[in-house]
């Protein structure tokens, strides 16, 4: 199962929807479940739990310089989006841990979950919070 906040499904919707018809590929991390604030469906605290993306165009200058993507660290996730409305991963997806699939039009229930076998698996949408971080804080 893969566990993700509804805070960045909406962000990462709404990014698919804006970006369309192009697709769009999103590297996303987890944060574990006990470290969130609100609800977690009742994860184990230890559960990965997705909550942030990178931006796709960070790095961007030292991969231009270097010809690979340094700017940008690995991640547990990838966000895809399939403009052709087929959820069934491509050899063109990134496989990761696990990757999300979602096609128009890009609602909640137009998202998909696999494992990095290429698996269909469960995704739970969670009403969690990851903590607030501040530059400058340790």
Same mark, same amino acid.
């Given at each position: 199962?893969?566990? !993700?906040?509804?805070?960045?499904?909406? #962000?990462?919707?709404?990014? *698919? /929807?804006?970006?369309?018809?192009?697709?769009?590929? #999103?590297?996303?991390?987890?944060?574990?479940?006990?470290?969130?604030?609100?609800?977690? =469906?009742?994860?184990?605290?230890?559960?990965?739990?997705?909550?942030?993306?990178?931006?796709?165009?960070?790095? =961007? /200058?030292? +991969?231009?310089?270097? @010809?690979?993507? &340094?700017?940008?660290?690995? =991640?547990?996730?990838?966000?895809? /989006?399939?403009?052709?409305?087929?959820?069934?991963?491509?050899?063109?997806?990134?496989?990761? @841990?696990? %990757?999300?699939?979602?096609?128009?039009?890009?609602?909640?229930?137009? #998202?998909?979950?696999?494992?990095? +076998? @290429?698996? @269909? %698996?469960? !995704?739970?949408?969670?009403? *969690?919070?990851?903590?607030?971080? +501040? &530059?400058?804080?340790?």
């Amino acid at each position: 199962m893969v566990l !993700l906040t509804r805070g960045l499904l909406t #962000v990462l919707l709404e990014r *698919a /929807s804006a970006e369309d018809p192009e697709p769009v590929n #999103v590297l996303l991390d987890t944060t574990p479940a006990g470290e969130l604030g609100g609800d977690t =469906g009742g994860a184990d605290p230890e559960t990965p739990v997705l909550t942030h993306f990178y931006l796709p165009e960070a790095g =961007g /200058s030292v +991969r231009a310089v270097f @010809g690979m993507d &340094l700017g940008t660290p690995t =991640g547990r996730a990838r966000f895809v /989006s399939h403009t052709d409305g087929d959820p069934a991963l491509t050899e063109a997806d990134d496989l990761a @841990g696990a %990757v999300l699939v979602a096609v128009p039009p890009y609602e909640e229930g137009d #998202v998909y979950a696999y494992d990095r +076998r @290429g698996r @269909g %698996v469960d !995704l739970a949408i969670v009403d *969690a919070e990851p903590p607030e971080e +501040r &530059l400058g804080e340790p």
